[in-house]
């Protein structure tokens, strides 16, 4: 079965500090990744996705994210915090190897201090 | 702005209660997922509907359904309403159902039972 683990429910940096959000996952399938963030009383936006092509994925917002087969890990990266990135990310990994269905991990909130 | 749009975006209800969400998918998009997210948690999938027709379901009781109209909106319903509802309830709209769609969510609508 598929499944994903964010290592830290709660990360802090300082403005302009490089952020680092870990994600591991599971798949008995080739897995197609995902990360989405949480702005407090929103939905759920798009930040990037892994689909079998480049291990390097770069999203929006100067984020971006490598897929290593070798560690499981799908971790998410930003060179320089900003305060506007405060928010809540989440991992997510495709079900199966058929379906969009997401399963979510659980979520780490990033908070950034001036 | 993903224009999937969700409503009501807040309600209350008393425990063994109804309650109908509702949800208008993205233009071009015939593929509505339901999600709920408990308070800190990540979502977790309800069901889907793919051209009017239940495409999946996860590991929620039958009292949770739905439907799905030929404009490709969609209901979700919760009968005998428990306290464990209360959550965010995400809507989501893909066109298809291939693996690695990219999948807007909805705003949510704050269920609280009481």
């Known amino acids: 079965a598929q499944s994903v683990t964010q290592l830290g429910s709660h990360v802090s940096v300082s403005e302009g500090a490089l952020v680092l959000l870990r994600c591991n996952y599971s798949s008995s399938v080739p897995p197609y990744l995902f990360w989405y963030v949480q702005y407090p009383n929103q939905g759920l936006q798009l930040l990037l996705k892994?689909?079998?092509?480049?291990?390097l994925v770069k999203g929006i917002n100067g984020f971006e994210a490598e897929f290593k087969k070798s560690e499981t890990s799908f971790h998410l990266t930003k060179p320089s915090a900003h305060m506007s990135d405060a928010a809540e990310y989440f991992c997510a990994v495709s079900e199966g190897w058929n379906t969009d269905k997401l399963i979510f991990g659980t979520g780490t909130r990033l908070q950034v201090f001036p | 702005e993903t224009g999937v749009t969700q409503s009501p975006t807040h309600l209350i209800k008393t425990r063994g209660q109804q309650v109908t969400l509702r949800c208008s998918s993205q233009s071009g998009h015939n593929t509505v997922s339901w999600y709920q997210q408990a308070l800190g948690q990540g979502p977790q999938f309800i069901f889907q509907?793919?051209?009017?027709?239940?495409?999946g379901r996860g590991n929620f009781p039958p009292r949770f359904s739905g439907l799905q109209f030929p404009n490709y909106s969609s209901e979700l319903n919760v009968n005998a309403l428990e306290l464990d509802d209360s959550a965010l309830y995400l809507c989501?709209?893909?066109?298809?159902?291939?693996?690695?769609?990219?999948?807007?969510f909805g705003e949510g609508s704050w269920l609280t039972v009481v």
């Open positions: 989501a709209s893909s066109k298809g159902t291939g693996v690695g769609n990219t999948i807007y």
């Open positions: 509907y793919y051209r009017e027709e239940e495409n």
């Open positions: 892994y689909t079998s092509a480049a291990t």
